[in-house]
């Protein structure tokens, strides 16, 4: 079992859960009468939702600080995306970096907001230039990366087509040339992970349920379910 279902990660999860519904459901409450009634009986077997008292704001929760670069930290989501888009590269392709050129706003919340941006525009490093305008410049695209998860992907998608749950997994088969071998080798345990495969093998295949070409590799996919 993994760390997040036990201990302080599963008690903070389930406290976050709690604070929000109860407070989400006295809002709704007005608008979904029927709906709100229902999850609060659920949830405590208690007297109408639409008896208690609407939730107050706490004034000293409220980070203007964070609010105002959360928003910057939008607007450069959007314009990563908007680059991202232009130039053919998929969210799903990790890049090396991206530099942020801008004000001192921009700059401040790309250093701040460093790790959430990196996540949500899959990159692995933020750099920062002032400018007066906000523009994006998007690094390399990480082939190796973009290859491996394209072909997880195209995995998943295969066993939907077969028709297997998310928990069942498969004896997995991928040929290809001995170069892409080897990287499958090497991140063997990222393909079993990603596929829910129990085992993957690298050689013929000899009933392939379907195949990938991408930036000149080509991979051939077969499996059967374990």
């Known amino acids: 079992m993994s760390p997040w279902h036990r201990g302080e990660d599963k008690l903070a999860a389930q406290y976050t859960l709690h604070y929000v519904l109860e407070r989400l459901v006295k809002v709704l409450a007005p608008v979904t009468p029927f709906i709100a009634d229902k999850i609060w009986e659920d949830m405590y077997g208690e007297r109408s939702v ?3 008292a609407w939730p107050e704001p706490d004034e000293k929760a409220i980070d203007g600080k964070l609010e105002k670069n959360m928003a910057k930290a939008k607007d450069i989501f959007e314009a990563a995306t908007s680059a991202r888009q232009d130039s053919g590269v998929k969210l799903r392709w990790p890049i090396k970096d991206m530099t942020v050129a801008g004000d001192t706003e921009a700059i401040v919340a790309a250093k701040s907001m460093k790790g959430i941006l990196c996540s949500l525009i899959n990159v692995s490093d933020i750099k920062t230039k002032r400018a007066k305008k906000m523009s994006i410049k998007l690094g390399k695209v990480l082939k190796d990366e973009a290859f491996l998860r394209e072909l997880i992907r195209k995995t998943q998608a295969l066993r939907k087509q077969e028709g297997l749950m998310v928990h069942d997994q498969i004896s997995l088969v991928l040929e290809t040339d001995s170069e892409t071998g080897k990287l499958l080798e090497r991140r063997k345990d990222d393909m079993l992970k990603g596929t829910g495969a129990k085992s993957v093998a690298l050689e013929a295949v ?9 930036e000149g ?3 051939k996919i077969g499996f059967r379910k374990a």
């Open 50 to 52: 639409h008896f208690e």
């Open 206 to 214: 000899k009933d392939v349920k379907g195949d990938m070409v991408f």
């Open 217 to 219: 590799r080509e991979v």
